[in-house]
């Protein structure tokens, strides 16, 4: 097994500029301002989303940032998606540096009657798809020797979910868990080719997810202890370091962007 490298702490170990990260999810919300950041940051940005007029506006704020950048506008959950984004990837910058699978559906549904449709769509989305998409990234990574994977998990799943006041959320929460552990065992089985997994769990963004609920969800800023939600410009700093030498030595971690709602080892 070859030695991984150390970082060379005489450059700017936060640099992303050049590399090629695919974001799923970049339509709107987190995912448009991950997008926004890494391509202010100076990398190649392919954005991913089901929604093509979404994903115009997120062009359009790339180009306006004066990076490369790419769409595919795809469903994550389609047979082809993966194949797509890696074909983005390559055609863009010739490689695959980081994939964040940021793409996700909530759900509020009372366990006790949760349908089996609806439960299918959440694994589908949240779990299944993400699985699929580093399935295609993974033989990338590992001839290049080098990739970092971000899932997007939640604070939620780390204890009960605060939503399940409404009775709600139980689904959403468990299969965002199942992620941060398929990403812990990924890690493991990726570190020998120097390709990390990781994973970002923020709390409470008031993005569109959450319109319907909008009142419930901002009724816990004031247990947050940093003192306001959290924003999807506090998940880019997290995202960059995730994705740049800085975190060289980091992998099968999920890192709670939260402002100290829930505090975890
Ligand atoms: N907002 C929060 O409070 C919060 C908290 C923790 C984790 N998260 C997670 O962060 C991620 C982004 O959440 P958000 O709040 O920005 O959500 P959002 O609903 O505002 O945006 C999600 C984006 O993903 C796209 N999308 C949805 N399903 C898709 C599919 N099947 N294929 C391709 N694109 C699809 C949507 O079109 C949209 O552009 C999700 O995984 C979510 O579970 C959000």
């Not at 540096?97 to 996700?104: K, S, V, W, Y």
């Not at 609806?118 to 080098?146: G, S, T, W």
């Not at 120097?194 to 609920?213: E, F, L, W």
Request: net charge negative.
């Amino acid at each position: 097994m070859s030695r991984l490298p150390v970082p060379n702490i005489n450059g700017n170990l936060f640099d992303v500029t050049g590399k090629v990260v695919a974001i799923t999810g970049a339509g709107q919300g987190i995912g448009r301002t991950l997008a926004e950041g890494f391509a202010s940051a100076g990398a190649k940005v392919v954005a991913v989303d089901l929604n093509g007029d979404l994903l115009d506006e997120t062009k359009a704020i790339l180009d306006k940032a004066g990076a490369d950048s790419a769409t595919v506008t795809t469903d994550v959950a389609a047979e082809n998606a993966p194949d797509r984004i890696v074909e983005a990837c390559m055609d863009l910058g010739g490689r695959v540096d980081c994939l964040m699978n940021n793409a996700g559906i909530m759900s509020y549904t009372d366990p006790r009657t949760i349908a089996d449709e609806e439960l299918d769509r959440m694994i589908e989305i949240n779990f299944k798809a993400p699985i699929r998409i580093m399935r295609a990234v993974f033989p990338v990574m590992e001839q290049q020797r080098y990739g970092s994977v971000i899932n997007t998990g939640s604070s939620w799943s780390s204890r009960a979910s605060v939503f399940n006041q409404s009775g709600g959320g139980v689904d959403y929460c468990a299969v965002k868990a199942g992620l941060q552990s398929y990403t812990r065992g990924a890690a493991q089985a990726m570190a020998e080719h120097h390709v990390r997994v990781n994973a970002i769990a923020p709390g409470g963004v008031d993005t569109p997810m959450h319109a319907h609920h909008r009142d419930f969800l901002m009724e816990y800023e004031k247990y947050i202890p940093l003192g306001r939600m959290t924003v999807a410009e506090d998940l880019v700093g997290t995202s960059i370091y995730l994705a740049s030498d800085a975190s060289a030595y980091i992998t099968g971690q999920t890192i709670h962007v939260n402002g100290g709602m829930i505090m975890v080892d």
